[in-house]
């Protein structure tokens, strides 16, 4: 059909399902079980994965993701879905069908991949939502998109590893900063953060902490 030519799958990081202490110990064990997130040997991270993590943290996280969960859901997946309507919105008429995946938890990526495939696709394209690449995000993602394509027939698929210096990526910041500065006043200073890696992981050569600069 001719308004079902491309697929495009935008992936976030992921969040449990319910602010309680079960959803949340099920997404932290998928999280801290990926080789790209912790790359201590198994031998050692096991036994303070399944002892000393998951048995108490997810107890002292379950008021917090309370605290902020919304009436629809997870913070991170009710805005995720409304970045993704817009932006299907935004390219109807380009023929476009945009999908939502969580690289940990649900929707899971493989079969977003293949809701795409069911809507005749010929290619898709896979946005990780995280501007500057590093391989504990968008390179865990590229994993999982690897491992959908040797399970199950899907169209060619690509992928966007970065965009922490694009154009319209770094204006679309601007105007942001720019509206709160109008409605809220100038600060004495700007102060930007991101989330951060393991040094040693910036000294095998992950770029991400130079893209952030």
Not at 78 to 106: C, P
Not at 112 to 133: C, D, F, R
């Amino acid at each position: 059909m001719a308004n079902d030519k491309t697929g495009l799958l935008l992936v976030n990081l992921g969040t449990p399902e319910q602010p309680t202490a079960a959803a949340i110990r099920r997404w932290l064990k998928e999280f801290l079980l990926d080789r790209r997130v912790v790359q201590l040997p198994r031998l050692i991270w096991l036994p303070i994965l399944y002892c000393f993590i998951l048995p108490f943290r997810p107890r002292r996280l379950a008021d917090t993701y309370k605290e902020i969960w919304l009436e629809q859901g997870s913070p991170l997946m009710v805005i995720s879905e409304r970045q993704r309507a817009a932006l299907a919105g935004a390219l109807k008429n380009d023929h476009v069908q945009v999908e939502l995946a969580m690289r940990y938890g649900q929707p899971a990526i493989a079969p977003a991949l293949q809701q795409l495939s069911n809507k005749s696709v010929e290619k898709i394209l896979v946005l990780p939502l995280y501007p500057q690449y590093s391989h504990t995000t968008t390179g865990s993602v590229k994993d999982a998109v690897n491992h959908a394509m040797q399970e199950t027939d899907l169209p060619p698929v690509d992928g966007i590893d970065d965009y922490h210096d694009d154009p319209g990526y770094i204006e679309a910041l601007a105007n942001r900063v720019q509206r709160f500065r109008e409605q809220h006043g100038p600060g004495d200073k700007l102060l930007i953060s991101w989330h951060g890696i393991p040094q040693a992981y910036v000294e095998q050569g992950d770029p991400y902490a130079d893209q952030c600069e």
